[in-house]
């Protein structure tokens, strides 16, 4: 091996360490409210969103973003305080990659109406639990969706595509439903139209995961024994 080559695989593996432990912040810029309009954040280590939705009645309320899921068992979305102008009650969807829905939530409990969709696996950040046959079950691009509370997406026969009973379920999408086209406008008894901001937390979302640190000292120890056993056989 040569010295250069062993630079650059000492180079690459630094970057892949790196990009292994990166974490992005997204401010939202431009999002729409449906998949054809979606901020598209592929491609990010994404685990927070800050955005502001547009105003209603004026305008539908919505930002819609176009997420990696590269763990979807501990794949979580959750809304937090964002300060003073912060929207009280929000409600969280998430589609898949065709527009077709995959779960929602609109209070996390009865004393927090604030959003929560909650991961199947060990980093749930809710306090409900990932309902039987309910999320996502698999990895790949997904839709992510935040407005304001019971405010519905429809199909293109303004179908629901949710129905929520009780605002702190979890729930999937109704049977026989189509994919987003639409939203119902509907909004909670008499909102603070000046509450715009939002801030929703992520797990199980980015790029492809860079090998872990056990893993990447095990290919530099290799890499380096390789150019030393190279080097001492060039020499004898």
Do not use: H
Request: aromatic share 8%; proline share 7%; glycine share 12%.
């Amino acid at each position: 091996m040569s010295r250069k080559l062993f630079l650059s695989a000492v180079i690459a593996i630094a970057l892949m360490s790196a990009a292994s432990v990166q974490a992005d912040t997204v401010v939202a810029s431009g999002a729409g409210s449906l998949p054809g309009t979606a901020e598209d954040l592929t491609g990010m280590n994404v685990t927070e969103i800050q955005g502001s939705i547009p105003g209603m009645p004026d305008e539908l309320g919505v930002d819609m973003f176009k997420i990696d899921i590269t763990d979807f068992a501990n794949f979580s979305a959750i809304t937090t305080g964002p300060g003073a102008f912060g929207i009280p009650d929000t409600v969280l969807f998430l589609f898949d990659a065709s527009g077709f829905g995959v779960m929602a939530n609109d209070d996390i409990d009865g004393g927090n109406t604030l959003s929560c969709l909650p991961a199947a696996g060990p980093s749930n950040p809710c306090e409900s639990t990932l309902p039987s046959g309910v999320g996502p079950t698999s990895d790949g691009d997904y839709f992510l969706a935040i407005t304001r509370s019971q405010q519905l997406p429809l199909d293109a026969s303004l179908n629901e595509i949710f129905t929520i009973f009780n605002s702190t379920d979890v729930v999937g999408p109704n049977s026989g439903v189509g994919s987003v086209a639409g939203w119902d406008g509907g909004v909670f008894t008499n909102p603070d139209f000046d509450l715009t901001n939002y801030d929703i937390l992520l797990t199980g979302t980015g790029p492809v995961t860079a090998p872990e640190p056990g893993t990447l000292a095990l290919i530099s120890a290799g890499i380096v024994g390789i150019f030393l056993r190279r080097k001492q056989q060039a020499r004898s």
